[in-house]
């Protein structure tokens, strides 16, 4: 839908341009030249039957296209392009409509009320030729201005990080298209054996990502280690983080085994992480490199034999940076102190990954999450959920840290959680959270919405996860009550 509003809305803006600029170019210096009344009997002219369906029908339906574009873009900040719609369309709803309405109606009214053969009129008449094609240069530039913005956001070009690029093997530069060339799996790709060097490691609460299932690498160069003195650890330029992302394709019966999606990088390099994404291909025999932004469809059959359909969605480099934002998120202390099953036994993961030289020395005591779906009690599983699934951008230096809500592990204490803060209502809900009360908290309104605007969590993920929800609420319901009226 936006892209289509954005195209009538850049050849509506296009075509007003191309008018103003006839008025500024030939019209206005034509009629300029002119014998005053006569020049003012033409412009009467031209104002009355400009107000006709199409002229109108142009200038105002491309108004109202930028408002839904401004609207929108604002309430999905982080969709690549936002930026450039929501300026292209203030730059019309401005610099064209307000302007017409602020100086060129009222002096067009002005005008109309002259007899075109008085004196009035003729004293009149130079002043209004002067500022009204001033004015006109104005709304006409504007209405350019807003053209080309618009063009850009349809053409994906919004700032540095508006696509994925292709990566290097460990220890070259040549970045290469397929993953097979990367040659970080040996044997049969889809099986996934990594290469002496790639380490293989789990995370305790996992992000929701509509249902796939994750398989997670990590790799440092020979010699190197990684520094853990806090709960973000710090690698080593030329490390890889890798997660693949694939759909069981019959929950009754794993023998039949999965369908690979994804498999995604951070690449540390000198300026930070880079990211990138593998696209598996259907037969299952290598994945190539993708720009991002695109839906795959995915289809299995569910516990009661029940065939599902979804098109999971390979995020853009704008929505990785949104969620990174330049960090590692998994893998991190909160997340990799964890006691794990290995094909040989129960290990340590971080004892495990001292022995490999992978960390030169063991983290210091941190605050760890759980498994959400584990044993653990209620209350500390509800808040791993909200921190693996939330803080990447409500927390410090994430992308909706204006909101000045934010769900790590450290602010859903008893005292820091957003017991009754007020909100936006949705659903009829205007307290974020409502102790003891999960249908009047917002919080959990957003996770259920289908609109991709409310939608909590935001971004690539858009199905709402039952069991989280489910989760998030038995938490609320058996938090103490509490009224939140004054
Ligand atoms: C909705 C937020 C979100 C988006 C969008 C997102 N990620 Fe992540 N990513 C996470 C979280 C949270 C984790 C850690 C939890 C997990 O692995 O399940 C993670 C983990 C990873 C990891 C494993 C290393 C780590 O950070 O722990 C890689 C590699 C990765 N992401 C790459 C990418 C790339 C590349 C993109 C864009 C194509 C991307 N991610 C988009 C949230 C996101
Ligand atoms: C990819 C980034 C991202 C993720 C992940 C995310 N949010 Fe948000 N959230 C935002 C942004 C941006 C806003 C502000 C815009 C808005 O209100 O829609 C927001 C707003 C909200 C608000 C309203 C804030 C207010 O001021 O009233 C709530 C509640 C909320 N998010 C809950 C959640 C919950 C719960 C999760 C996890 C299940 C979550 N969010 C995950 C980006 C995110």
Same mark, same amino acid.
């Given at each position: 839908m936006t892209p289509f509003m954005t195209l009538l809305a850049a050849l509506g803006? !296009? /075509?007003? #341009?191309?008018? %103003? *600029? $006839?008025?500024?170019?030939? =019209?206005?210096? #034509? /009629?300029?030249?002119?014998?005053? #009344?006569?020049?003012?009997?033409?412009?009467?002219?031209?104002n009355v039957v400009v107000l006709n369906r199409w002229f109108l029908g142009v200038l105002l339906g491309t108004a109202l296209a930028c408002v839904g574009l401004a609207l929108n873009a604002l309430g999905a900040w982080s969709e690549p392009g936002a930026w450039l +719609?929501?300026?292209?369309?203030?730059?019309? *709803?401005? $610099?064209? =409509?307000w302007v017409t309405k602020r100086y060129h109606v009222p002096r067009n009214e002005t005008l109309a009320r002259l007899p075109a053969e008085s004196a009035e009129a003729e004293h009149f008449w130079p002043r209004y030729v002067a500022s009204w094609s001033a004015w006109n240069h104005v709304r006409g530039a504007a209405a350019f201005v807003a053209a080309a913005l618009l063009i850009l956001a349809l053409l994906g070009v919004s700032g540095c990080h508006s696509r994925l690029h292709p990566i290097a093997p460990p220890g070259s530069n040549t970045p290469v298209e397929r993953l097979s060339e990367l040659g970080i799996f040996h044997g049969d790709l889809a099986r996934q054996i990594p290469r002496t060097g790639f380490v293989e490691y789990v995370v305790n609460a996992p992000l929701y990502a509509d249902g796939a299932r994750k398989r997670r690498f990590v790799y440092v160069p020979p010699?190197?280690?990684?520094?853990?003195? $806090?709960d973000y650890w710090q690698l080593p330029v030329g490390s890889y983080l890798v997660k693949t992302f694939s759909f069981p394709r019959d929950l009754r019966n794993p023998a039949l085994g999965e369908q690979l999606v994804e498999t995604r990088f951070l690449v540390r390099t000198e300026d930070g992480f880079s990211p990138a994404t593998y696209v598996w291909n259907e037969a299952q025999t290598d994945a190539r490199s993708s720009r991002g932004g695109l839906d795959i469809p995915v289809s299995w059959f569910d516990e009661r034999g029940v065939r599902r359909q979804q098109a999971f969605h390979v995020p853009?480099? !704008?929505?990785?940076? $949104?969620?990174?934002?330049?960090?590692? *998120?998994? %893998? +991190?202390?909160?997340?990799?102190?964890?006691?794990?099953?290995?094909?040989d036994g129960t290990r340590d993961q971080l004892a495990h990954f001292s022995a490999l030289r992978l960390i030169d020395r063991l983290p210091p005591a941190h605050a760890v999450l759980v498994d959400p779906n584990g044993d653990a009690p209620i209350d500390v599983r509800a808040r791993s959920y909200l921190d693996a699934n939330c803080s990447h951008c409500h927390g410090r230096g994430g992308s909706a840290e204006r909101t000045d809500l934010f769900w790590d592990l450290e602010h859903t204490t008893p005292s820091e959680m957003p017991s009754c803060r007020p909100t936006r209502s949705v659903d009829g809900r205007d307290r974020v959270l409502v102790p003891g009360h999960p249908e009047q908290s917002e919080f959990l309104a957003r996770m259920l919405a289908e609109d991709a605007r409310i939608h909590m969590p935001r971004g690539p993920s858009t199905l709402a996860d039952q069991s989280g929800i489910s989760l998030l609420s038995a938490w609320v319901a058996a938090l103490p009550a509490r009224s939140c009226d004054p």
């Open positions: 803006c !296009a /075509l007003i #341009a191309g008018i %103003f *600029l $006839g008025f500024s170019n030939f =019209v206005m210096p #034509a /009629l300029a030249r002119l014998r005053p #009344a006569h020049a003012v009997r033409a412009m009467q002219s031209i +719609r929501f300026a292209g369309s203030c730059s019309y *709803l401005v $610099g064209t =409509v010699g190197s280690h990684i520094q853990t003195n $806090g853009s480099a !704008a929505q990785c940076a $949104g969620c990174h934002a330049g960090r590692a *998120l998994g %893998f +991190r202390t909160r997340q990799l102190d964890h006691v794990a099953e290995y094909a």
